[in-house]
Structure formats: C-alpha cells, structure tokens
C-alpha cells in the first residue's frame, strides 16, 4: 500500500504507512510563518541526522517517537523517520537560558516572559539565572501566541502540563550542558510533545536543531549585543534587511545566502555531534 500524504507544513511533510507515520525533512526554509521560495540545498538531512543524534543522546530522559531511520522509502533516505503515531499536544514548549527573540523583547516591555519573572538588568543574549519555560501555542494558522503555566494547565490538564515543563527544562538542561562542552551554546528551543496511548509524554517531530534552537559559538559569546547565529536566525536576519512586509510571497534567498546558511547548519552538526557531515 502506498504512503498517503496526511499534513504538509512548513518544512516537514507527514505520511501515513499503516499503522505508522513517516516524517520527511524537506529542504524549506520559513521565517516568519512564511515559506520562502529557495530551498536550502542538505537541509532536511541535517536536521533528521541531528534530531536522531540528539534523541540518543536524551533517550534516559524522555521517550522518542522514532521507529526506524533506515525503514523509510529510498526516495526520503537520510530525511524521513518512522515514527509512532500520537496525539499532540496544542503547546509549544519553549525552554530559554538566554535573553533573546520574542523573550528579550517580552523583557523589555515587562521584565518577564510568559508571566515569568527575570531580575532587572539583564542586557540582551545575558545567561538566564536559570533556564525559564515559556510555553506557546502551537496555531493551525498564524503566529503563535505566549502562554502561561497556568493557561496550558487549562489546555492540557495539570499532569500533562508538569510533565511537560518539567521534561522541557530536563532536554534544555542536558543538551545546553553537552553543547557547551562542544563549544556551542544553546540560547532556547522549541519541542514538541505528543501522548502515548498509555497517556505518556513522548518527545516528537525535532530536537535541539538549528531550525527549533538559537545556536551561538561559546567563544565569540558577548552579552550587550546580537550573537551570531549558527541557525536559522542568519535568515530572519537577512530578511529584516529588505523591504518585505512579512506576508506571502516570500522573497527568494540569494545564493551567497544560501550557501552560508547552509554553511552554519553543516557546521553546528558538526560541533555538536563531532562527526563530519558527508551529506
């Protein structure tokens, strides 16, 4: 029986193969919630590779979705994962343990973030005094919006919701601490959860990867300024430079953008997982 497309998003598409879904890395690129037109050339390899190091790395601290990595169709080799279906969570977990992005400006504006609240003071890429959650939602359509603890509660029940902070913190912690000694410093990320059918919480999609974390070199690390990104932030960056109102269609990348876009994910793979990228 063939594969049936089930969901396309941003960048990954999903199928169904019975019983099982397989997740496909596409070489898309989207800032802004909105796909730009130029692929980024090893992409979605890199960040299946990475997400696959990375749920080894973490499999004493949370279960993963993944079923095979190898037992996908040839054409998806080295992009797709065969993973177990379950049901997702509406939230997404967002763990910071340095002042940026939406959370530097929500810090500015309030001295908090996601009704978090952070010493004053802090200037902009400051080491948190400790890793913060600061979940959002996770919209069909449209941007997402902050959540507080107390509102994913609401959403999710009070179980689910303390698994969920406390399993973000858990993977922030492990993979910032593992990053740094490789040189690399993990400013925030994003995961995403789903429930077992035993209503466990299954770590799913991707994790700790240039497209769902800021990535800074530790060595070039200096609070009081922007950082440079080994992300997809480099992107959001160069898109801020043009005169583009954030809304469809997006602009095509020029090639010297790409080429070091895809430059930083090569080499934040590299750092982290200390194996070279043969693509």
Excluded at 22 to 35: E, F, K, M, P, Q
Excluded at 111 to 131: F, M
Excluded at 207 to 215: C, I
Aim: a negative charge; one cysteine or more.
């Amino acid at each position: 029986m063939a594969v049936q497309l089930v969901h396309s998003g941003k960048v990954r598409d999903l199928y169904a193969d019975g019983e099982d879904l397989i997740l496909v890395a596409s070489d898309r690129v989207s800032v802004y919630d909105v796909i730009l037109p130029t692929p980024i050339p090893d992409k979605g390899k890199i960040l299946t590779q990475l997400s696959l190091w990375w749920f080894g790395q973490l499999a004493d601290v949370v279960p993963n979705h993944v079923i095979s990595a190898t037992d996908v169709p040839p054409e998806w080799a080295g992009r797709a994962i065969r993973c177990r279906r379950l049901g997702m969570v509406p939230v997404e977990c967002i763990a910071r343990g340095y002042l940026a992005g939406l959370g530097l400006a929500s810090y500015r504006q309030t001295g908090t973030i996601s009704g978090v609240e952070l010493p004053p003071g802090l200037a902009e890429g400051a080491q948190l005094p400790e890793p913060v959650y600061t979940p959002t939602t996770k919209a069909a359509a449209g941007h997402d919006e902050p959540m507080s603890y107390d509102e994913t509660v609401q959403a999710v029940g009070a179980g689910v919701a303390a698994d969920l902070r406390r399993i973000t913190l858990e993977v922030y912690r492990r993979g910032a601490s593992l990053a740094i000694e490789r040189g690399v410093v993990i400013a925030d990320t994003k995961l995403e959860f789903g429930l077992g059918t035993d209503g466990s919480v299954i770590l799913a999609d991707e994790v700790l990867t240039p497209d769902s974390s800021r990535f800074w070199p530790a060595d070039e690390w200096q609070p009081g300024r922007p950082q440079h990104s080994l992300d997809k932030q480099f992107v959001r960056d160069w898109s801020a430079t043009l005169d583009w109102d954030r809304t469809p269609p997006g602009p095509p990348i020029p090639d010297e953008i790409v080429t070091a876009t895809r430059d930083r994910y090569i080499d934040v793979y590299q750092r982290l997982t200390g194996e070279t990228w043969r693509g």
